[in-house]
């Protein structure tokens, strides 16, 4: 199970920081991924980092602004979200999927999330 928190109101240039607990199986051999959802729109790739190995991705819009990590004694990854902007506004997804790759495309991991909430304010 995933469980994801953090999300909020914020003024545009704030910052937040979301967590995602996991639990149920160990996360070793996982790749932990945010997502998110504007009305309207499809669910895009934000970030995602390989559990073991360590690498991270990126969607171009969020690079230099977002930072993915985790801490593995808690079984939780983080996104902490700084600049934010009006259009960073979306219901944010953790997710995981197995193995080493980090794909973008949301089809590609198997276990989700619910939804967090996070509204910026111009």
């Known amino acids: 199970q995933l469980q994801a928190s953090g999300g909020g109101l914020v003024q545009a240039g704030g910052s937040l920081r979301l967590s995602c607990a996991a639990s149920g199986r160990t996360f070793s051999s996982y790749v932990m991924g945010w997502f998110r959802q504007a009305p309207g729109k499809e669910r895009e790739f934000v970030a995602a980092?390989?559990?073991?190995?360590?690498?991270?991705r990126y969607t171009d819009s969020v690079k230099g602004r977002f930072t993915i990590s985790g801490d593995n004694a808690k079984n939780t990854v983080y996104l902490r979200m700084n600049s934010l902007k009006p259009e960073d506004t979306a219901v944010y997804y953790c997710a995981s999927k197995l193995g080493l790759n980090i794909p973008t495309i949301p089809t590609s991991y198997a276990y989700w999330g619910q939804g967090t909430q996070v509204t910026v304010s111009s």
């Open positions: 980092i390989s559990w073991s190995g360590g690498s991270t």
